[in-house]
């Protein structure tokens, strides 16, 4: 739960700083919220989301 909110903000920072210095279009914000809201009810939606709690436990894994 902690992973999908912290994705969600942090793909919510990227298109506000889109929208605000790259002249991300209003348009493509919604395309973009779209085709999340889609992709997150097909049937890879599960692979998805296991690459990204894969992702994220090598991230935090790594010692600097």
């Known amino acids: 739960m902690i992973l999908s909110i912290s994705g969600v903000v942090l793909l919510g920072t990227v298109v506000f700083i889109f929208f605000r210095k790259d002249g991300l279009k209003p348009s493509h ?3 973009s ?27 935090g894994g790594m010692r600097f």
């Not at 085709?35 to 090598?58: M, Q, R, V």
């Open 29 to 31: 914000a919604c395309t």
């Open 33 to 59: 919220m779209l085709f999340g809201f889609y992709l997150s009810s097909t049937a890879i939606a599960p692979s998805i989301k296991a690459g990204g709690e894969s992702l994220a436990s090598l991230l």
